[in-house]
């Protein structure tokens, strides 16, 4: 354990104090969300901030960005107090935010959105269309996004795109400090290096960056200092140089971590085929062959490819989701045919989806409604329903699953990123599923909570159970995949055994290339 | 580091329940609060005959109000509700003055037509908003149309009248003062209120109307359970219909101008959220409550029309800001 | 594309016209009624139609409207009725100012129109320079009937309350206006005046919060038959005989009513004959006979139990 000493980073004299924040605190209720936090800002830095989620990260975010008052504590930006009353007049004082989630309008174009703020108008007081598409196109081009047609509306883009869009319309303005809250979680390595040299530009402009994230590899890519929440606290705030990814895990979640990132070869045994797709095709779909592949009883499958490479198209087609313009979904060597979620449910198959607010979870219901939705027959007699049952089952799986909640009647919304994921694994689990479809099932979870998660996935496996699993990011498919398929294109490039497991193989599979570096793609 | 389940042992539906009540604080202290004003301002409220005329006055509000709950939790909203009801009660008018039934006849044969027409408009209503995924404004609005015009073109556009002695009888009866159409409307109440908390059926609207695609994936039809939202609604526009023709003794084609937005008033101002998941039945009997006793009181004290239907609209503005609050702090 | 459309306006009138000049003489009249979702004016529609048939020498082209404020289709109507070059225009105005315009080039057009029902508003007739005669019942003047055979079982000091009907419409006016002329000729003690809207089921609301507020009441005058029996089921249900109603219309559903006694009267305005005799005297013009000046008024009959 490092001991949290006052680092050598804690304001040497000299330095620049831009933007101070001392024992800040803020309540809702009787709530404590931060409950004194200390740091500053020096000009021109890249700064993170991390801490598990619900350590306080994202209400000092909402605070910076005066979407909530503060309570007690003091702020001071360029000397002076700062106390922002609306976002307005965060954004006057030059602190511009790129929310997780996103604020952008969808039938509006990217022209639109990006200048929605202060719309240019022509002398007769109408939308000036040109110097609107201009201004947009300057923006885009700034940060490298010079194949997008600004006309276009945001609906038409990915959702990494327009979380460049965002960024782009932040950086639009004259601002000071930048933060970007999470801003790679939905983001290909490639995006996220365009971002990153992004940062490093406007670093170089004298703009403050508050980076935001779950990827510490990321923070010591590009961030100068750290500072780690934990319970609402500030911990500590270190320079870069002079601390380690282990020491600053340690510090958020206070204990030590298990290396769930061995990459032993250990030989499995898998049972037979549990789901086999033959040349399926989604309507998304445009090539000619489709994507075949097995998978067996306890093998953990991994998709890998870039975002739009059509890795959740085919998780959506064999759930039935999507219409299947061609090929076939086999469950144990059958032919299946599922026309809706209903019918790849009743075959075995749960799916546990990226998006949990909107496709995954009902926030405003209770966890116990919540894990029980998916298999309401078993905790209901005759369409009535038994909540005793229903309470079992869900604490049954909360603890198995490790979830940290208050109680099962509590609406989902109050659990944190990490422990709403559980959920939506818990409400599957609860279906004693044979096959489970995985897409990005850690997103936007913090460290420790991953973690279990791996351990929970590993032992569904090992109980037999098949995992088929689409993520982004590749140290999480290399630590529980036995396979990892890499999309391009809507097409599978390449299959990797684990022993040909590197983030660079995935990488040239998924951009379209063959030739690997420690071994033969299959 | 699990913080669990020593403390988790009230059962679920009460703790739903208490929820509900939670939420129906605000709502129930106004209503408390309107009785008072009237109590004190004006000398005939608080008495029993009044009270009798204000359940009387409020029933048809609130068995409609029943179903339009069972529409708005999961996300829709019924139009046709006072269209539909005319039609329920000319065609039930049709069957009761048919000639060559007894009395029980008669009236079990306009009970049966009544209900029979709204469940068919309602499942019209569901069926094409659910199959083609369009917003249940547009359709109800047509069907709003389509009920009164048929409802005038069979009635012929003539008051239908003469019924049974025995339908007016149940229509004016008493029991110790409360007047039983109303208790047919607080059956109502209670079976929508244990539909929608006890059981899988109830709990998959709540789940659509927060999160339709969430309930979809989970491989429920969520059709079908938009569909039974909608035929609810035709069913209670069908036994507000019975209601209607009980009370007043005659079926007219131009009955229930407007009901359905007092209907939806009545939802929102107790407390269900316009676009869905949240609310419950009991909030919408005070709401009923509500604006039956503001039409009395604001009569008894002598307000003009005018004034009348000034101060009701303010209600149910106050009614949707009151429950933005609400949804901000259930929110955080 | 104006000229286009008015040529081709011109066109279909010209060939509709010479259609009808080859096919026979009978003259055509338009008859623009109120809306047909109320019983009165179905009736009378009824009536107009056998009429045409009974005497068999004239074209019916009838339109209703969809509600009672739907004027915008009765200036459409009558638009449609110069195009298609009509002899004669019989209308019961949904709206006593805004008619008056589309009349005016009806009668430039050489139309004859005949005003049924609800009087043009004199007023907008004097600024738009025509005069129009108007036949049908004094409202004022039936409900005055109704009123005064209350005001004669109740004498004088008699409490009584107005159900009116919908706010701003017309005949609503006249009526109100009617009742409050016998309130005062017979010096009744006027409580309370409130619109049901022309519904039975809110004048059975309104009136029963009425009676709580003043439960000394002894007479209901209500703008017609429909919230007549409204005003009746809620003095059932309070268990009251002792108040005495009277309503307006005399529609089949209050006959029993006015027989056994829970209403007083009610006022018959021959509605069914209504539209049919304006057509006939649009026709005795047309054929030749002299125009038609000031209040044609048309027969009004207090109904009372014998």
Same mark, same amino acid.
Request: proline fraction near 3%; charge should be negative.
């Given at each position: ?60 975010? &909402? ?38 989630? /996103? ?99 406007? &670093? ?178 005759? @369409?009535?329903? &038994? ?32 422990? !709403? ?41 090992? $109980? ?28 599978? !490039? ?27 793609? !299959? | ?24 604080? @605000? ?8 009785i008072?004003?009237f109590s004190?301002f004006t000398e005939h409220f608080l008495t029993p005959n009044n009270i009798t005329n204000i359940l009387t006055q409020i029933t048809i509000n609130l068995v ?25 009660a000319?065609?039930?008018g049709?069957?009761i ?6 009395p029980?006849?008669?009236i ?51 008051t239908i009248y003469s019924f049974p002695y025995a339908f007016e009888e149940f229509g004016s009866a008493m029991i110790y003062g409360v007047p039983v159409v109303f208790l047919v409307a607080l ?9 929608? +908390? ?12 927060? +999160? ?17 939202? /909608? ?9 507000a219909?019975v209601v209607y023709m009980a009370r007043l003794n005659i079926s007219s084609?131009i009955a229930g ?31 009923a409550f509500?604006i039956g006793v503001l039409a009395n009181g604001l009569i008894l004290i002598g307000l003009s029309d005018?004034?009348r ?24 | ?17 010479? @259609? ?13 009624? &109120? $809306?047909?979702? +109320?019983? /009165?004016?179905? +009736? ?7 009429? !045409? ?89 039936g409900a005055k009937l109704a009123g005064d055979a209350l005001g004669k079982k109740l004498g004088e000091g008699g409490k009584v309350v107005i159900i009116e009907g ?6 609503a006016?006249?009526r109100r206006?009617g009742f409050e002329d016998s309130v005062a000729e017979y010096k009744l003690d006027l409580l309370d005046s409130r619109t049901a809207h022309w519904e039975t089921e809110e004048a059975n609301t309104v009136f029963s919060n009425m009676l709580t507020a003043h439960p000394d009441i002894q007479g209901v005058m209500a703008a017609n038959d429909s919230m007549a029996i409204g005003v009746v089921k809620a003095l059932e249900s309070a268990g009251r005989t002792d108040i005495m109603v009277v309503g307006f219309d005399n529609i089949p559903a209050v006959g029993p009513m006015i027989e056994d006694g829970r209403m007083l009267a009610t006022v018959d ?33 207090l109904v009372a139990a014998q």
């Amino acid at each position: 354990m490092v001991a949290a000493t006052q680092t050598a980073a804690q304001a040497p004299a000299h330095s620049t104090q831009f933007l101070s924040v001392e024992r800040l605190k803020k309540y809702f209720g009787g709530v404590k969300a931060l409950d004194g936090v200390s740091f500053f800002l020096e000009q021109g830095e890249v700064h993170a901030l991390v801490g598990e989620n619900g350590a306080g990260k994202s209400t000092l975010i &909402k605070i910076l960005s005066g979407v909530f008052p503060y309570d007690h504590g003091a702020i001071s930006l360029d000397g002076q107090t700062y106390r922002p009353q609306s976002p307005h007049e965060a954004k006057e004082r030059g602190v511009q935010v790129v929310h997780q989630e /996103f604020n952008l309008l969808d039938h509006l174009s990217i022209a639109e959105n990006i200048s929605i703020e202060k719309l240019p108008r022509n002398r007769f007081g109408l939308l000036d269309r040109p110097e609107l598409n201009s201004r947009a196109r300057k923006a885009l081009d700034a940060i490298g996004l010079t194949d997008i047609d600004v006309k276009a509306p945001v609906s038409t883009l990915g959702i990494a795109h327009r979380q460049l869009v965002e960024i782009a319309r932040a950086l639009q303005s004259e601002s000071q400090i930048l933060i970007l809250d999470e801003p790679t979680a939905t983001l290909t390595e490639r995006e996220t290096k365009r971002l990153f040299e992004l940062v490093a530009r406007i &670093k170089a402009d004298g703009v403050t960056v508050v980076f935001v994230s779950h990827h510490l590899d990321e923070v010591f890519e590009i961030c100068d200092r750290v500072t780690v929440f934990r319970n609402g606290r500030t911990i500590a705030t270190d320079l870069i140089a002079e601390t380690t990814p282990d020491g600053i895990v340690q510090r958020m979640v206070g204990r030590q971590l298990a290396g769930e990132m061995v990459s032993g070869d250990e030989q499995k045994d898998f049972g037979g085929v549990a789901l086999s797709v033959q040349n399926l095709r989604t309507e998304a779909n445009p090539t000619d062959t489709g994507v075949s592949f097995d998978l067996r009883y306890g093998e953990i499958v991994g998709i890998a490819g870039l975002v739009g490479a059509g890795r959740t198209e085919i998780l959506r087609g064999i759930f039935g989701i999507d219409p299947v313009r061609s090929g076939e979904v086999q469950r144990d060597g059958e032919t299946a045919r599922f026309s809706g979620p209903g019918d790849a449910i009743a075959a075995g198959i749960g799916f546990v989806t990226e998006d949990r607010k909107d496709e995954g979870l009902i926030l405003d219901m209770p966890i116990s409604a919540n894990i029980s939705l998916a298999n309401i027959n078993s905790v209901s007699q005759a @369409g009535l329903l &038994k909540f005793a049952a229903e309470r079992r089952q869900a604490t049954e799986a909360g603890e198995k699953l490790k979830l940290k909640y208050g109680r099962t009647a509590d609406p989902a919304s109050s659990l944190s990123g990490g422990n !709403q994921q559980k959920v939506v694994l818990a409400k599957w689990l609860a279906r004693d599923p044979k096959v489970l479809l995985l897409d990005e099932p850690t997103r936007g979870v913090d460290v420790g909570a991953k973690a279990e998660i791996y351990a929970i996935l590993k032992d569904l496996a090992r $109980s037999g159970v098949a995992l088929l699993v689409v993520s982004s990011e590749m140290p999480e498919l290399m630590t529980l995949a036995d396979r990892i398929l890499v999309l391009a294109e809507h097409q599978i !490039q390449g299959t990797l055994q684990r022993a040909d497991f590197s983030e660079e193989n995935i990488l040239k599979l998924a951009y379209g290339q063959t030739e690997l570096a420690g071994g033969n793609s !299959q | 580091m699990t913080l669990q389940t020593t403390t988790d042992t009230l059962p679920a539906p009460s703790r739903f329940s208490v929820r509900t009540v939670l939420q129906n604080a @605000g709502i129930g202290r106004a209503l408390l609060a309107l009785i008072i004003f009237f109590s004190v301002f004006t000398e005939h409220f608080l008495t029993p005959n009044n009270i009798t005329n204000i359940l009387t006055q409020i029933t048809i509000n609130l068995v409609l109000a029943v179903g339009m709950t069972f529409v708005i939790l999961i996300g829709g909203i019924d139009l046709s509700v006072g269209s539909v009801m005319a039609f329920a009660a000319v065609v039930a008018g049709k069957a009761i003055t048919l000639p060559g039934f007894g009395p029980a006849e008669a009236i079990a044969l306009a009970v049966i037509a009544a209900t029979l027409t709204g469940v068919l408009c309602g499942l019209i209503n569901g069926a094409i908003s659910a199959y083609w995924a369009l917003p249940s404004f547009i359709i109800t609005l047509g069907m709003l149309n389509i009920a009164r015009g048929a409802a005038l073109q069979v009635s012929d556009a003539q008051t239908i009248y003469s019924f049974p002695y025995a339908f007016e009888e149940f229509g004016s009866a008493m029991i110790y003062g409360v007047p039983v159409v109303f208790l047919v409307a607080l059956v109502l109440v209670f079976m929508a209120w244990f539909v929608l +908390n006890f059981t899988v059926f109830g709990r998959l609207l709540y789940g659509i109307g927060n +999160n339709e695609e969430a309930v979809r994936l989970a491989g429920q039809s969520v059709r079908r359970y938009k569909i039974a939202a /909608f035929t609810i609604c035709g069913f209670t526009a069908g036994i507000a219909a019975v209601v209607y023709m009980a009370r007043l003794n005659i079926s007219s084609p131009i009955a229930g101008i407007g009901f359905e937005l007092n209907a939806i008033a009545a939802v929102i101002i107790g407390g269900t959220s316009l676009s869905g998941g949240r609310g419950s039945v009991i909030g919408t009997l005070l709401g009923a409550f509500i604006i039956g006793v503001l039409a009395n009181g604001l009569i008894l004290i002598g307000l003009s029309d005018f004034m009348r239907q000034m101060i009701t609209g303010v209600v149910i503005i106050f009614a949707v800001i009151l429950d933005h609050y609400r949804a901000k702090y259930a929110a955080t | 594309m104006k000229i286009f459309k008015l040529a081709a306006a011109a066109a279909t009138g010209l060939a509709l016209l010479a @259609g009808t000049a080859m096919a026979d003489d009978k003259p055509k009249v338009g008859l623009i009624m &109120k $809306s047909l979702a +109320n019983e /009165f004016f179905q +009736n009378m529609m009824a009536g107009a139609e056998a009429h !045409q048939e009974k005497r068999g020498d004239y074209e019916l082209l009838a339109v209703g409207m969809q509600n009672e404020t739907d004027f915008e289709s009765q200036i459409n109507a009558v638009e449609n009725f110069i195009t298609q070059g009509v002899d004669a225009i019989v209308v019961a105005p949904a709206d006593s100012r805004a008619m008056v315009r589309p009349l005016k080039k009806a009668m430039e057009a050489g139309i004859v129109v005949v005003n049924f029902d609800v009087a043009l508003d004199e007023d907008a007739k004097k600024q738009q320079g025509i005069e129009l005669a108007f036949v049908g019942p004094d409202n004022r003047g039936g409900a005055k009937l109704a009123g005064d055979a209350l005001g004669k079982k109740l004498g004088e000091g008699g409490k009584v309350v107005i159900i009116e009907g919908n706010p701003g419409a017309d005949n609503a006016n006249q009526r109100r206006m009617g009742f409050e002329d016998s309130v005062a000729e017979y010096k009744l003690d006027l409580l309370d005046s409130r619109t049901a809207h022309w519904e039975t089921e809110e004048a059975n609301t309104v009136f029963s919060n009425m009676l709580t507020a003043h439960p000394d009441i002894q007479g209901v005058m209500a703008a017609n038959d429909s919230m007549a029996i409204g005003v009746v089921k809620a003095l059932e249900s309070a268990g009251r005989t002792d108040i005495m109603v009277v309503g307006f219309d005399n529609i089949p559903a209050v006959g029993p009513m006015i027989e056994d006694g829970r209403m007083l009267a009610t006022v018959d305005q021959f509605g069914t004959d209504m539209a049919a005799n304006a057509i006939d005297l649009a026709l005795e013009v047309v054929g030749g006979g002299g125009e038609l000046k000031g209040w044609v008024k048309t027969p009004i009959e207090l109904v009372a139990a014998q």
